[in-house]
Antibody, heavy 118, light 109 residues
Framework: QVQLQESGPGLVKPSETLSLTCTVS?????????WGWIRQPPGKGLEWIGS???????YYNPSLKSRVTISVDTSKNQFSLKLSSVTAADTAVYYC???????????WGQGTLVTVSS | DIQMTQSPSTLSASVGDRVTITCRAS??????LAWYQQKPGKAPKLLIY???SLESGVPSRFSGSGSGTEFTLTISSLQPDDFATYYC???????????FGPGTKVDIK
């Protein structure tokens, strides 16, 4: 049974880069599927950030594309999110997840709250 | 981007009620539509994919229908565990971003 766990700083300063890692257990990332990130501002809805195929092809939300990088480290069975030049609007719970298709998401990690504040 | 809308935004219902939530896409997405359930403080859970296919382990009281631009999620007999927020999402691989609807909160009447 595949499980995902997010890790990274819970507080990031404005203009800096948000960096999160997702550790996958129960499945080898290099074997297939997409791996992605979704976020949810407090009390609001869900926003798809982007996905990466196990081979390295990426899909990004155009609204975030200039600031987002998703990468895979198959040696550690992890994938990562970097979001640059953050503002308070980037404060959200960030979920990592497996993509059955590029945008079809199952399962999800438990989520981690990242607050952007000085 | 494809815009997704849901109605109603909030739905008050009782245990045993039949509940229907509607999701509309701003352009045709064929059947590339998923439904997720989210409870407070928890990650969303996939219920339905490809508009009408039930995810493994999901109770059969959940069903989905529709194609093109209009879709519905139906709970045939609402159970206490079903009070949650439900999101639709389009995942047409030719049309990222894979946008979510704004959500429908199902609460106790």
């Amino acid at each position: 049974q595949v499980q995902l766990q997010e890790s990274g700083p819970g507080l990031v300063k404005p203009s800096e880069t948000l960096s999160l890692t997702c550790t996958v257990s129960g499945y080898s990332i290099s074997s297939g599927y997409y791996w992605g990130w979704i976020r949810q501002p407090p009390g609001k809805g869900l926003e798809w950030i982007g996905s990466i195929y196990h081979s390295g092809s990426t899909y990004y939300n155009p609204s975030l594309k200039s600031r987002v990088t998703i990468s895979v480290d198959t040696s550690k069975n992890q994938f990562s999110l970097k979001l640059s030049s953050v503002t308070a609007a980037d404060t959200a719970v960030y979920y990592c997840a497996r993509g059955i298709a590029a945008g079809l998401i199952d399962p999800w990690g438990q989520g981690t709250l990242v607050t952007v504040s000085s | 981007d494809i815009q997704m809308t849901q109605s109603p935004s909030t739905l008050s219902a009782s245990v045993g009620d039949r509940v229907t939530i509607t999701c509309r896409a701003s352009q045709s997405i064929s059947s590339w539509l998923a439904w997720y359930q989210q409870k407070p403080g928890k990650a969303p859970k996939l219920l339905i994919y490809k508009a009408s296919s039930l995810e493994s382990g999901v109770p059969s009281r959940f069903s989905g229908s529709g194609s093109g631009t209009e879709f519905t999620l139906t709970i045939s007999s609402l159970q206490p565990d079903d009070f949650a927020t439900y999101y639709c999402q389009q995942y047409n691989s030719y049309s990222p971003p894979f946008t979510f609807g704004p959500g429908t909160k199902v609460d106790i009447k």
